[in-house]
């Protein structure tokens, strides 16, 4: 079994703790189009960015991307970011350039021409953006970016962005404190999509278990059952860890967690090879939450699980959580 993915999901968590600087951050929803020379095609792109200030030019970012379907591809991953930003242009406009690693998941077709196969590798992502400030918390951001490397195919995309700028709650804001609603127990439902050409799906459920370690910092135990999708019947334990910024006096929370998912697959048992279906993957995890009262609380989580077996899957659940 090699352990890469989850290494590579572990350094994508740590990446998220760029997001706790005490300036107001942005978050931004983006989508557009894209286009592929070899193979050549064209398809939609859409990303999820949060971007917080190092200094007054600098800063650094993490983001979901998703470069849509091309003949024989279909490309999403997660990037961190650095970023140099000008100042302000007539008040309003800011002009800036990014540079990172893309760590990729392309469905792509197998080596013997059957089937399909899910890579994984590490490309570069180029980015330049031109962001306008209104004379409110919104933003709107013009995006161009750029794939290349890695052995992947390589992509460019133009996107239109609207955001939002927010400010994390701090250790010392009084919005938070040691041993007030630190645990959090969570049932969740929702749907299996297998990363295949088709993308079968299943119907999945949760059990979390969620410990609050700081306004950022979370740790968490789950029980994920992915349902049955025709190419898995999977389910097992996931422990993660997770940065996770509050928002609002604990509102709204916006995270990434990363960790391993140690997990039983029927549909791998083979008495012939003594495979045992027991894989042990990794898994990355966006989450969003929001507290509908003092004890409840409404949460959405997106894992992608990460296999060397070419059955990776999103996991795309909602559930109810209570805190105490």
Request: hydrophobic fraction near 35%; avoid cysteine.
């Amino acid at each position: 079994m090699r352990y890469g993915h989850i290494r590579r999901a572990a350094v994508a968590t740590m990446l998220m703790g760029l997001a706790t600087g005490t300036h107001a951050d942005e978050f931004t929803l983006s989508a557009g189009a894209m286009d592929s020379k070899e193979p050549e095609g064209h398809s939609y792109a859409w990303m999820l960015s949060y971007q917080t200030p190092l200094t007054e030019h600098i800063a650094a970012s993490v983001t979901w991307s998703n470069e849509g379907h091309v003949p024989g591809h279909h490309r999403d991953g997660h990037s961190a970011q650095l970023w140099w930003r000008s100042s302000p242009l007539w008040d309003r406009l800011v002009l800036s350039a990014g540079v990172g690693p893309y760590h990729y998941f392309d469905t792509t077709m197998a080596a013997n021409g059957v089937g399909y196969s899910d890579d994984h590798g590490v490309a570069v992502l180029y980015s330049a953006a031109a962001t306008y400030y209104p004379d409110s918390k919104w933003l709107y951001q013009l995006r161009l970016n750029r794939v290349q490397g890695g052995g992947g195919i390589t992509t460019n995309s133009i996107q239109l962005g609207l955001g939002y700028q927010l400010t994390p709650d701090g250790l010392d804001s009084g919005s938070w404190q040691s041993g007030k609603s630190n645990n959090e127990v969570t049932l969740l439902a929702g749907q299996t999509i297998v990363n295949s050409f088709k993308s079968e799906t299943g119907v999945a459920k949760s059990l979390e278990y969620r410990y609050s370690l700081s306004p950022v910092v979370k740790l968490s135990g789950a029980w994920i059952n992915e349902g049955d999708t025709r190419l898995t019947r999977r389910n097992g334990g996931a422990l993660q860890a997770w940065l996770e910024p509050e928002f609002f006096d604990k509102k709204l929370t916006l995270g990434v967690g990363g960790g391993i998912y140690a997990a039983f697959d029927r549909y791998q048992t083979d008495q012939v090879s003594g495979s045992s279906g027991r894989e042990i993957s990794g898994i990355v995890t966006l989450t969003a939450s929001y507290g509908i009262t003092d004890h409840l609380r409404a949460r959405i989580h997106w894992h992608r699980i990460v296999t060397d077996y070419s059955r990776d899957s999103d996991i795309i659940l909602l559930g109810l959580g209570y805190q105490f």
